[in-house]
């Protein structure tokens, strides 16, 4: 699901640009870098840098990167990616 800009993430205030959430995950775009944060064990975590959109699906985790040039999947550790396609206009469920 995307989200509404604004969101409140915790009652600390923490704000989101945008909320994805799936059969993988919650996850939040951070409002200052545009990093990937994923929610997990009661805290968010720094994923990965921006990206044009976010795809969760129920096992992974997927984004087309800034410029539109490469798809890449979520590795599930840390901020490791793996380039899974070239360039495309968007990302879409199948």
Known sequence: MAG???HRLDPGGRQARKLYAG???FFAISPGSGDIIRY???QWNRIGGPGYTFLVGDTALYTLSPTR???VKYSGSGD???RIGGPARSIAPC
């Open 80 to 82: 490791r990616w793996y």
């Open 4 to 6: 509404r800009s604004g």
């Open 69 to 71: 040039d490469m798809v």
């Open 23 to 25: 059969g993988y995950g």
């Open 40 to 42: 997990a064990n009661g």
